[in-house]
């Protein structure tokens, strides 16, 4: 943006040293190119405008902003113009057949308009503007253009094919010869302004040559339109055109200034070419696209907390009021209105910036702000699933990722039966990118054994894989739901030794992987974990079951059907499970709870009985647990025994309990009392026989 000198002076008193001004000028936040010194004492300013703040493209703008800086008053130009008769709407009309990308256009209509060149001192501002004269009109509508920001444009009234004007889109094809004399071929997104037949402008970048300003023009229409700025920049570049007007409007027209300017341009028009102003405008401003200013409350505690600096609230006022925003005061909150451009004030830091530029940058201290600040910390459910995942590794397990998107041949692998329930309830995607991706995965595992085979196949037999991921499922009205899943899958070696080493431990077994739930449900202090009942259709019969997790159905574990893993190309055996995480996250307590050493011996006394290979261990030992009490410190099965002379199907089992109170000693009386209760419970609530 070019500014001339003894051109702002028509708005704001300027201080005459050209070099106090240049050093003035970016404490406003305008960055000085260059400036030019006149051979008539006159001075050019080269400024550089941030994309924000099309409200300085203009001479009055750049005033304004001096003016509030320097706490002095704005001159603005005087737009009174006699008017004469008939109205202006009755020669001339407007449609705009796309209202969202011209919210608003205004006409007036000139007419006795005498073609001539402008006088001296309007040409002579133009040219150190960088502005070529042409003519008395035009040269009104560059005036104003530079004077308020609102590009302007004068059409030929005689050459409009019914005196009518059309914003519209283009049609695919047209065609339209701009004043530069360059034929442009134009598309559908390119906005123009036609007549009631042809295109005669490219919306807000250049005027068509077919109804130019000559000497034979006698009577004009005046627009002055507001445009939006994605349309204007796309066509733009399309046509490979740039202008002052098309800069502008790029960077966005407040519709509300668009009357303003056109009043003002057509006072210069009538007062150099002789003209008379038709009555009123023909203004087409649609009500759904007027402009509603929106009003930003501002808080005044919050503008030392932003800028690290003290500013009284009569002087922050006083600078709002100075830049013409509107201020309401209600206590220690301002409502805060931006005048017409200000496009840039959207909220509060906004605000904030404006009284921090007029306050003085140079004013605000070169300190660090002093901030209360909170120790970040991960979710509370987040350090669980590091826990959790922590646990898993430290055992000997590696993570693994797989993509959450399946298609319905993998979960088919899985389970062949069940595939129709399976596809009732999945989730599948409306428009999957590969035939490998089609819905979402209702459980892990599929997925995981997917990778383990990978590892198979390239020769690694020794698997001991992990995820935790989402798994997604579709309720029966229709919500989709998404838990957090815990899959593990393990085979092959369970440790390996080093080459000059025998290896550790054998294969994995059913009893590794219990282990390793063990060890992540003793992590995560989430209760004790005890398979139950039978497994699902993938397990192998008798070598599997579900669990529970505090009584809470949470997964199941076991050893892979061996149809199954034939299904998935694995040889031998291979150990899988798949826990409902988020039963177990419920549950976990990650804080550590330390007692003092006992102060008082324990007691140890075994309890046997005899059972069916069908009962499980852990359901005797969760009811040992329950008639035992607050003084059981541990149970531990210690002996297995199946043979004679015990029946076929029969096993004894051995439990030594240890027996400790917090404050006494106990007596054998107390224990006698105790392992009889554990006897009576047993006997009266499952099938088996005490020994004694």
């Known amino acids: ?179 530069d004399g360059v034929t442009r071929h134009l598309d559908s997104d390119a906005l123009v302004i036609a007549d009631a037949r042809r295109p005669i402008a490219l919306a807000g970048i250049m005027g068509g040559a077919d109804t130019e300003i000559g000497t ?16 204007i920049r796309r066509t733009s570049r399309r046509v490979g055109l740039r202008t002052e007007a098309s800069t502008r409007f790029e960077r966005g027209i407040d ?29 087409a401003y649609p009500s759904a696209a007027r402009v509603m200013r929106s009003i930003i409350p501002l808080r005044l ?21 100075r830049l013409g925003l509107h201020v309401r005061r209600d206590h220690d909150v301002l409502h805060v209105t931006p005048p017409a451009g200000r496009r840039d004030l959207e909220r509060e830091e906004d605000v904030i910036e404006e009284i921090a530029r007029h306050f003085g940058y140079d004013r605000v201290p070169e300190a660090m702000p002093v901030e209360v600040m909170a120790q970040g910390r991960r979710p509370v459910r987040l350090e669980m699933e590091s826990a959790a995942r922590d646990a898993l590794i430290r055992v000997g397990l590696t993570e693994a990722l797989t993509v959450s998107l399946v298609n ?20 599948r995607l409306e428009n999957p990118l590969t035939t490998d991706h089609t819905q979402l995965r209702p459980i892990l595992l599929p997925s995981l054994l997917d990778a383990v085979r990978v590892n198979v196949n390239r020769r690694r037999d020794a698997v001991h894989l992990f995820e935790i991921g989402r798994a997604f499922a579709r309720r029966p009205d229709g919500a989709i739901t998404e838990r957090r899943h815990l899959a593990i899958a393990m085979r092959g070696r369970w440790l390996q030794g080093g080459w000059d080493q025998p290896d550790k431990a054998g294969e994995v077994t059913f009893h590794h992987l219990k282990g390793v739930l063990e060890a992540l449900v003793a992590e995560l202090r989430a209760g004790p974990l005890v398979p139950r009942g039978t497994g699902t259709r993938w397990l192998h019969p008798g070598r599997g079951g579900h669990i529970t997790i505090g009584g809470n159905e949470a997964g199941y574990l076991g050893e892979l059907a061996p149809e199954v893993a034939a299904r998935f190309d694995l040889p031998g055996r291979t150990y899988v499970a798949e826990l409902d995480l988020e039963v177990v996250l419920d549950r976990a307590v990650l804080q550590p709870r330390y007692a003092g050493l006992p102060r008082y011996p324990a007691v140890r006394r075994d309890v046997a009985v005899v059972a069916s ?80």
């Open 1 to 179: 943006m070019r500014v001339v000198l003894s051109w702002l002076r028509d708005y704001v008193e300027v201080t005459d040293d050209v070099d106090t001004l240049a050093e003035q000028l970016p404490m406003l936040g305008l960055g000085v190119d260059a400036v030019e010194r006149l051979a008539d004492g006159d001075a050019v300013f080269d400024l550089e405008i941030a994309s924000n703040r099309p409200d300085l493209l203009s001479m009055i703008g750049v005033g304004r902003e001096y003016a509030a800086w320097r706490r002095r008053e704005v001159r603005l130009p005087d737009d009174a113009v006699a008017e004469v008769d008939p109205p202006a709407d009755t020669v001339a009309a407007v449609e705009i057949a796309d209202a969202v990308l011209c919210p608003r256009y205004v006409a007036h209509v000139i007419t006795g308009v005498t073609i001539a060149p402008s006088p001296p001192w309007l040409t002579s501002r133009l040219e150190a503007s960088g502005i070529r004269p042409i003519n008395a009109i035009v040269d009104a509508t560059n005036y104003v253009m530079l004077e308020w920001g609102q590009p302007l444009h004068a059409f030929d009234l005689d050459t409009l094919v019914e005196r009518r004007i059309v914003i519209r889109r283009a049609a695919a094809g047209e065609r339209l010869v701009t004043l």
């Open 216 to 231: 034979r023009t006698r009577a004009i229409l005046l627009e002055a339109a507001s445009f939006a700025p994605a349309s």
């Open 255 to 283: 519709p509300e200034g668009t009357l303003r300017a056109a009043r003002r341009a057509a006072r210069l028009i009538t007062q150099l070419t002789g003209g008379a102003l038709l009555r009123g405008s023909v203004d």
């Open 301 to 321: 505690a919050r503008i030392e907390r932003l800028i690290g600096v003290r500013v009284p609230d009569e002087e922050a006022l006083a600078i709002l009021s």
């Open 408 to 427: 319905q041949s993998l979960l088919d692998r899985l389970d062949p039966d069940g595939g129709e329930h399976a596809r009732a309830e999945s989730v």
């Open 613 to 692: 290979v069908d009962l499980p261990h852990a359901v005797i030992e969760a009811s040992i647990r329950d008639s035992v009490g607050e003084l059981l410190e541990g149970v531990e099965l210690f002996d297995v025994y199946v043979g004679p002379p015990l029946d076929t199907g029969m096993r004894n089992l051995a439990y030594a309990l240890t027996l400790r109170a917090p404050d006494r000693t106990l007596i054998g009386d107390e224990v006698d009392v105790i392992i009889r209760r554990v006897h009576t419970t047993l006997s009266a609530r499952l099938p088996v026989t005490i020994r004694v």
